[in-house]
């Protein structure tokens, strides 16, 4: 919990602790499955050239344009 920012989480009520556990271990899942999709869309695009737009497009999107 302290990695996640919960610098007080010793001081948490058990039921308390164990909701955030449970959230972080959702954002945690999130953030795997999202970073498993941009491997799968590179890995896509260096098979196919319509995937190229398509993972270009995503990272234009992720990046707000910046990239």
């Not at 271990?25 to 050239?49: F, I």
Request: hydrophobic share 45%.
């Amino acid at each position: 919990m302290l990695a996640n920012g919960h610098t007080n989480a010793w001081r948490y009520p058990l039921g308390m602790l164990q909701d955030e556990v449970r959230l972080v271990h959702q954002r945690q899942d999130k953030q795997a499955a999202c970073a498993m999709s941009g491997m799968y869309m590179a890995v896509a695009a260096l098979l196919d050239s319509n995937a190229v737009r398509t993972f270009n497009d995503k990272i234009k999107e992720l990046t707000h344009g910046e990239a």
